[in-house]
């Protein structure tokens, strides 16, 4: 019986230092890129989303720049406001244009400290949010990963 409950053990203690690891914040590195594109971008699609027409100048301006973003997509970031920016990802490889509908706009009213708003690297899906999404209550830190043109949130620490 010993061996069986000493293995029951391992298996618990095992799990549990698996899943400590669940409570750090995400990290770039976690979500790396390695396939970085370096030619020149496509041009911007605008027939490829509903909302791209309406932003063409900010579009074409910024995605003319190249990628920012998980390898070869551009975000491109504009305000709507006091303290408001909405932003559409760009893929300089086919010029599609995304407008992430779980995401179509951030705030930072409520922020403190110079980290505000988006937040994201060209070798990483990963994209980081301080402060809030579409003006919500909640207020902190937001982490989402652009896989398969969604972004996805993955974890929420909020301020108290």
């Given at each position: ?95 599609r244009v995304y407008f992430p509908p779980e995401l179509p706009y951030v705030t ?35 982490y989402y990963v652009w896989q398969t043109n969604t972004l996805s ?8």
């Open positions: 019986m010993r061996p069986l409950v000493y293995l029951i053990v391992v298996v618990i203690a095992a799990a549990v230092s698996s899943s400590a690891g669940t409570d750090k914040s995400p990290r770039y590195q976690d979500f790396s890129v390695t396939n970085i594109f370096k030619g020149k971008p496509t041009t911007v699609d605008l027939s490829s989303h509903a909302q791209a027409r309406r932003y063409r100048t900010q579009l074409r301006k910024q995605a003319a720049e190249g990628p920012n973003f998980a390898g070869h997509y551009k975000n491109a970031i504009w305000g709507c406001g006091s303290s408001c920016a909405a932003f559409a990802i760009i893929d300089s490889q086919s010029g930072y009213t409520h922020w403190a400290g110079d980290d505000y708003g988006l937040q994201f690297r060209i070798d990483s899906r990963l994209l980081i949010l301080h402060g809030s999404p579409q003006e919500k209550p909640e207020v902190g830190t937001f949130l993955i974890r929420s620490e909020l301020k108290k």
